[in-house]
């Protein structure tokens, strides 16, 4: 039964919208510095209030002055980290359908060996090898290239595990109603599982986007090529001319351009984000 309090709906929300006000206020405060000068954000007290050069701010952090103390404008390294996440992501999901797919409807020696193999790889994230996977990506020639930054980053247990899960609650007469069609393997992970799990795979698509978004260690290890920085390694150049040579307008114009795609990301697949989660209609 659901308590229809006065008081208890009036708490409920006043606790909801502090929690949204201290978590937004930061961001708030990064869009108002990205719309003044420079020295007019270092003034005190700062600014609370939008200013009047936004449009030539953004405009100097995507194509002009905003070079990051390199000679990549952050447009490039937009298009690095777009590549870069794209990547990790449609090879996640690719790799751990199939190998979930294998997992749970073929049979082949030391099968959950196999699984568990995977699944213990949990514990070791690419932070934990990432000196004998530096050694190994450089030894085949890939520093500083889109394969080198994505391809140790593109395998997930986690999804595996994930998908594994999901294949293991279809019901067999799906597969015995498609062997008696004569659709082959592949034709039945194609044409039943796939679209089956479309919810799992959107939820899977926004946390892994944003995942291979912000990366920054391996990134900022295995690149030494300023076209090939994402804009995550951008911002942190940007920092590193001292305090004094800072332009703080131009490096939050940028960072509120760095939050633009995965934002939309989510604000465009919220509703399958949520029911990937959640449902578990077949």
């Known amino acids: 039964m659901i308590d229809r309090n006065p008081w208890l709906t009036f708490v409920s929300h006043a606790v909801l919208i502090l929690g949204v006000a201290i978590v937004a206020f930061p961001l708030y405060l990064a869009l108002v510095a990205s719309t003044h000068t420079a020295d007019a954000i270092v003034q005190s007290p700062m600014p609370l209030l939008p200013g009047a050069h936004l449009w030539e701010n953004y405009q100097a952090a995507l194509f ?50 196999c699984f568990w193999a995977i699944f213990l790889t949990l514990m070791l994230p690419v932070e934990v090898r990432i000196l004998p996977t530096y050694k190994v990506v450089a030894d085949l ?60 795979i959107a939820a899977l698509f926004v946390i892994q986007f944003i995942y291979g978004w912000n990366q920054y260690l391996w990134p900022l290890l295995m690149t030494t090529s300023e ?16 305090e004094a040579a800072v332009d703080w307008n131009i490096v939050m114009a940028t960072a509120i351009i760095a939050m633009l795609p995965p934002t939309l990301v989510v604000m465009l697949m919220q509703k399958w984000f949520v029911k990937g989660l959640v449902d578990t209609e077949k």
């Open 141 to 200: 020639g890939l520093l500083n290239t889109y394969g080198g930054l994505t391809l140790p980053l593109i395998a997930s247990a986690t999804a595996t595990f994930l998908f594994r899960q999901f294949f293991l609650t279809v019901p067999d007469e799906l597969v015995e109603a498609a062997r008696i069609d004569g659709a082959g393997p592949m034709r039945f992970f194609v044409d039943v599982l796939v679209p089956l799990s479309r919810t799992s």
């Open 227 to 242: 076209d090939m920085y994402p804009v995550v390694i951008g911002i942190k150049r940007m920092l590193a001319g001292g």
């Open 64 to 113: 002009g002055s905003g070079k990051l103390g390199s000679n990549t404008t952050v447009v490039r390294m937009l298009w690095v980290s777009f590549v870069m996440a794209m990547v990790i992501t449609v090879g996640k999901i690719a790799i751990s359908l199939l190998s979930a797919f294998a997992i749970v409807y073929f049979r082949f020696p030391f099968k959950m060996l």
